[in-house]
C-alpha cells in the first residue's frame, strides 16, 4: 500500500520540487531507489513516517522534512500529537519559533486528553471489548473523552496547531522506554499473520525489518470480514473512505469520482489486523485457526498482483 517506486519518475514534471514518502502501516518504502530518483532530479524528500517507527533511529540523511505521529492508533500512543524533523537549520529555527506562538488547550481540556488515554487501554483491552464500545459511546457522547472530531471541515479550525501538554510528554517518554518490547510485538505478530495470509511476501528475515503498525491486506468482502473479527478486536478498520473520516460529499473538497480508481477499491477492500501489545499472540493464533478455511478464500491476491505491477486493471 506505499508509493509504487515504478511509477515515480513518470509523473515527475518541471514543476516538481520533492517526493513525497509515506511508509503506509509501519512497511517502510523501498528509499534506496527513491533516494536515486531523488538526486538523479534534483529533488526534495519529505516523509511521512506516522505509521512507522525505526528502531535503530536512522535517520536519511537526504530527507529534506519528516513527521512522526504519536496519536492514539499509533506505534507511539501519547492520545494525540507529532513530532517534526528536518535536516535543514533555517527551517528548524522556522518550527521553533513557530512552536512558541501554538494555540494553547487549557488545563481542563489537557486533563481530559491523559483520562481518555488511560481509559482507552483500559476499555479497548480485548478481554473488555464487550462491554468497552458501548462504555466508549457513552464517555464520547458526553463529551468525557477529549478528540478533535474535526476530519468533516472544510476551513482551517482556530486551534490548530496547538501545543503539545506536559501531561502527554510523560506519557510519551515512558512509551519511548517500552518501544522496542512494543516493536518486538508487532513483528512476532506479523510474522505470524505474514506466514499464514503471505499478502506482502515476505521472508521472516524482512519481516522483522519493518514496525508494522497493522496488518493489512485486500478481501473480496469487507463488510462480511468486519461482522466476523469486530467482536474479537478493535478493528478501527483505516481507508475505508478514499478520505479518512469523509464517506460522502467528496464535491466539497473537489475530488471527481473515478479520478483515483485505485484508491476507490482499496478502500471498499481494505482490511486489517491490529498488531499492538494488548493483544497476544496466541489470540491470533486460535482465532485465525478457527476462521482459517472463509479467511483463505477471501483474501484478493489477484488484485495484489496488479497493483504492485501498476496496473489500471
Known amino acids: 500500500f506505499n508509493i509504487n517506486v515504478n511509477l515515480i519518475e513518470k509523473k515527475i514534471t518541471n514543476k516538481t520540487i520533492a517526493i513525497y514518502v509515506q511508509h503506509t502501516f509501519g512497511i517502510s518504502c523501498d528509499m534506496k531507489k527513491i533516494n536515486k530518483i531523488a538526486k538523479k532530479h534534483r529533488l526534495k524528500i519529505i516523509e511521512d513516517k506516522a505509521h512507522v517507527f525505526d528502531l535503530k533511529n536512522k535517520q536519511n ?4 522534512a519528516s513527521y512522526y505521529s504519536l496519536d492514539h492508533s499509533k506505534i507511539m ?7 517534526a524533523t528536518t535536516n535543514n537549520f533555517q527551517v528548524y529555527q522556522k518550527l521553533k519559533k513557530l512552536n512558541k506562538s ?3 488547550i487549557g488545563k481542563i481540556g489537557q ?3 491523559l483520562i481518555s488515554f488511560i481509559l482507552e487501554i483500559i476499555i479497548f483491552n480485548p478481554y473488555l471489548l464487550w462491554m468497552g464500545k458501548p462504555i466508549f459511546l457513552f464517555l464520547n457522547y458526553f463529551n468525557i473523552l477529549f478528540y478533535f472530531n474535526d476530519e468533516l471541515k472544510i476551513t482551517k479550525p482556530k486551534y490548530y496547531p496547538c501545543k503539545y501538554n506536559n ?3 510523560l506519557v510519551g517518554v515512558n512509551q519511548l522506554k517500552n518501544v522496542e518490547k512494543n516493536i518486538s510485538h508487532r513483528v512476532k505478530v506479523s510474522q505470524y499473520l505474514e506466514k499464514k495470509i503471505k499478502w506482502y511476501s515476505f521472508k521472516k ?3 522483522s525489518k519493518h514496525s508494522w503498525l497493522r496488518y493489512s491486506f485486500l478481501v473480496k468482502d469487507q463488510e462480511m470480514f468486519i461482522k466476523l473479527f469486530e467482536k474479537k478486536f478493535n478493528l478501527d478498520i483505516w481507508y475505508s473512505s478514499i478520505f479518512e473520516g469523509r464517506s460522502r460529499n467528496y464535491n466539497e473538497i473537489k475530488y471527481k469520482n473515478g479520478s483515483c480508481p485505485v484508491a476507490e477499491y482499496v478502500s471498499s477492500h ?7 501489545i494488548q ?22 491476491y489477484d488484485k495484489r498482483n496488479s497493483l504492485m505491477l501498476g496496473s489500471k486493471k
Do not use: A, C, D
Open 61 to 64: 540523511k537526504n530527507t529534506y
Open 279 to 300: 493483544i497476544p499472540l496466541n489470540t491470533y493464533q486460535k482465532i485465525i485457526k478457527e476462521n482459517w478455511s472463509w479467511l483463505r478464500n477471501q483474501i484478493n
Open 167 to 169: 501531561f502527554l510528554s
Open 111 to 113: 486533563l481530559r486528553m
Open 102 to 104: 501554538l494555540f494553547t
Open 205 to 207: 528475515n524482512k519481516v
Open 270 to 276: 481494505i482490511v486489517n489486523f491490529p498488531t499492538h
Open 77 to 83: 500512543n501519547t492520545h494525540l500529537g507529532g513530532v
